[in-house]
């Protein structure tokens, strides 16, 4: 089994700050963590390796700094870790982002084997999109098991993996024939520590570092900036609404005395509506 993670390093959630001009996420003074989502999928990962053997590659796009993620996922047991970092990659939306993993998932495969299954997060805690799993599966061709709570099987002879879906109200059990792309939740794992052996080894691991040309990207205009469509136009927090809910005191009314304040509440508060169901009306 060759399995590959993708990780992304993220700014710790509560200290996230938005450039006031440019709308892009500012990382720097931030401390970073790895994608919590990221982390149940190694977890997985990794539980599928010991039991079916083989390896885990783990995979980030991002600044040279990103290495302290991938050392991380190191230290996790993880077996390699591969860094894809180029000036070029620089501003990358979601299409940009999906796109260049592609590629580099690719070139690993040349490299270090075919992959059977590709994990990500379900979504990240900055970006949120839950676009990156989806867009690298349809670039591969791979089939794509999203929202995905639990391993529940592999059958190597037969190709056949299957897992647990979760869904609004209810879990859906799905089987699929390898190789996939797997899009993690919180797992119901906990997520190891990593052996002291483990710890040792990732000191010592050299990171694999692509630029694009490395990772065997030929058309350089479809990633960073050049390569996203995507065009941040505003951030900001919703005013508090100033009043959440109505209550109408029922107690010894007639419905129909009910229905008439409940409507004259709602024309009180949306004057507009009335006077477009009143013209409605005459019309
Ligand atoms: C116009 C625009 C400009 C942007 N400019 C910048 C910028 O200059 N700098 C910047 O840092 N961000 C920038 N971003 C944010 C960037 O789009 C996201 O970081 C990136 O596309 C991933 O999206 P997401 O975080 O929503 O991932 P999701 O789709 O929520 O992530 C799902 C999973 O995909 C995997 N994944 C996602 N990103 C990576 C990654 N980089 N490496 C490995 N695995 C990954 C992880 O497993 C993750 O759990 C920009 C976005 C836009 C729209």
Known sequence: MH????????????????????????RQGVPTI????????????????DHHGGEVTVLTMGPPMAEEALRKALTYGADRAVLLTDRHFAGSDTLATSFALSQAIAQIGNSFGTPDIVFTGK????????????????RLNLVQLTYVAKITSIDLSARAITVERRSEGGTH???????????????TTVIRRGSLDDALRAARSEIVKWSAVEAGIEDITKCGLRGSPTVVKRVFAPTPREQKAVQIDTTEKRVRDIADELVASIFTHQPALQHELSSAGSA
Do not use: W
């Open 3 to 26: 399995i590959v993670v993708c990780i992304k390093q993220v700014p710790d959630s509560a200290q996230i700050r938005v450039h006031p001009v440019t709308n892009t996420i500012m």
């Open 123 to 138: 979504q990240t805690i900055d970006g949120d999109t839950a676009q990156v799993g989806p867009g690298i599966a349809k």
């Open 173 to 187: 059990v799905l089987k699929s024939k390898l190789p996939c792309l797997i899009t993690m939740l919180e797992g």
């Open 34 to 49: 790895i994608n919590p989502y990221d982390l149940f999928a190694l977890e997985e990962a990794l539980k599928v390796r």
